[in-house]
């Protein structure tokens, strides 16, 4: 709507912004009881969309706020780099769809060796092309993790993830609370 | 995999094109010292990167610029152009080398998308209706299986609703499931929210396409049935 100066009455938000909020404000009650003896650790990825070209070192915190809450701070290990300067997944610009599997894969295998030296064995990806492709680089490198939503995890740790909910959550997790 | 370059009597115009386009771009400050290439993953794809870009266009190689395929491998993640040192713009060159293809001859895939949604609303190009069945049908069965969820309301252009909130079109369409649990917190919090039946979907083919016209027009028609149909005073993003 900045690109083309397209008038409009509404403010335009995005949801990890709002989660962020609820938590501070205390309407969202979640924590990260439920890891605290299992441990399971979590990466994430920053989209470049939302943290790099848009709302910055702002989204990066508030998002980090947000993951570290719903699956505790010592459970939670940053890619490097990350935030700001975080490299693209691969699946951006229209990646997925372009048409260029060998050279999107090539790309993502930084990311791919990234998220492995975390040692994670989830990633959270709250951008539905990340997702994709954080997915496809995972069963084509042979990768040792599972990719999420974040409110898939949200609902996790408040109890309430119902159990065809679970589609990306492995093994470990896939009868959690239920 | 380096080809020398020929100079012989080169015009920049594609340079003048980009510049005239976005004048902020810089693309005549290149120092070539390479730090969007070193932190680039898409370098070396196809014997390219963003530096040996940047000197085609200053070389005025217009021609072996527009139709090499790279335009498509890099993401336009714009890694380079905050680490540049001379705010050189290399993600809007890209985004004009790829809205330089024929409309036809880019990527089928991005182009269907995008077609679309200029046409129906979502990249998946379901029609609205299955959306808006899709969106009763879970939550119905989310309300019959869980108790505390027996209220929970999702809609569809609830007029006066606070909040409009898009949905990347895969998990309506792809994976329905995935909707309960945003549903859920969004219950939860207590949010007045509700979808827009017009232009619903969270992404942005036309973006990827290089589509100006396309995309401004998603978002007009987006921005009308906010303000004039629904009233909402906020757009959440879910991606």
Not at chain 2, 24 to 32: I, K, R
Not at chain 2, 40 to 48: D, H, K, N, T, V
Not at chain 2, 197 to 205: C, K, P, T
């Given at each position: 709507m900045r690109k083309f100066n397209i008038p409009h009455k509404f403010e335009f938000t995005n949801i990890i912004t709002l989660y962020a909020q609820w938590i501070r404000q205390g309407?969202?009650?979640?924590?990260s009881d439920w890891n605290k003896d299992l441990k399971v650790k979590f990466t994430a990825q920053d989209p470049c969309n939302i943290v790099?070209?848009?709302?910055?070192e702002q989204m990066a915190d508030d998002m980090r706020f947000v993951i570290k809450t719903i699956v505790g701070e010592e459970n939670f290990i940053d890619m490097?780099?990350?935030?700001?300067?975080n490299y693209c997944?691969?699946?951006?610009?229209g990646a997925l769809q372009a048409g260029y599997p060998e050279q999107r894969r090539a790309y993502g295998k930084v990311k791919f060796n990234q998220i492995q030296n975390t040692e994670a064995t989830y990633v959270i990806a709250p951008c539905h092309n990340c997702h994709k492709q954080i997915e496809d680089i995972g069963e084509h490198y042979h990768g040792n993790y599972h990719v999420v939503h974040i409110w898939t995890i949200m609902c996790l740790a408040m109890g309430?993830?119902?159990?065809?909910?679970?589609?990306?959550?492995?093994p470990d997790l896939a009868s959690l609370g239920l | 995999m380096s080809i020398p370059i020929e100079l012989n009597e080169k015009d920049c115009e594609f340079k003048a094109i980009v510049l005239d386009r976005?004048?902020?771009?810089?693309?005549?400050?290149?120092?070539?010292?390479g730090t969007c290439t070193g932190g680039?993953?898409?370098?070396?794809?196809?014997?390219?990167d963003p530096r040996k870009l940047v000197r085609m266009v200053l070389f005025g190689l217009d021609e072996e610029i527009k139709k090499h395929d790279w335009a498509w491998v890099?993401?336009?993640?714009a890694r380079c152009f905050w680490e540049c040192p001379m705010n050189i713009d290399i993600p809007k060159l890209v985004y004009n080398i790829r809205s330089s293809w024929p409309r036809d001859s880019r990527p089928k895939g991005i182009l269907g998308s995008c077609d679309n949604h200029i046409r129906a609303g979502n990249a998946m190009g379901v029609p609205t209706d299955d959306f808006i069945w899709t969106v009763e049908d879970v939550a119905e069965e989310i309300r019959e299986s869980s108790p505390e969820f027996a209220d929970m309301q999702v809609t569809v252009?609830?007029?006066?609703?606070?909040m409009a909130i898009n949905q990347n079109s895969r998990e309506p369409?792809?994976?329905?499931?995935?909707l309960g649990p945003l549903w859920k917190i969004l219950h939860i919090v207590g949010a007045d929210w509700t979808y827009p039946?017009?232009?619903?979907?969270?992404?942005?083919?036309c973006l990827f396409l290089a589509d100006d016209q396309g995309w401004k027009y998603i978002l007009e028609e987006f921005v009308y049935h906010i303000d004039n149909?629904?009233?909402?005073?906020m757009v959440v993003n879910t991606e």
């Open positions: 309407k969202l009650k979640v924590n790099r070209k848009t709302l910055r490097v780099p990350c935030g700001i300067n997944c691969g699946g951006g610009g309430i993830l119902g159990e065809n909910e679970r589609t990306y959550l492995g | 976005v004048p902020t771009a810089n693309l005549d400050m290149c120092l070539t010292c680039c993953p898409a370098s070396e794809q196809m014997g390219m890099c993401t336009m993640c252009d609830r007029k006066g609703a606070y369409v792809t994976e329905p499931d995935e039946s017009v232009m619903w979907a969270g992404e942005n083919y149909n629904l009233g909402c005073k």
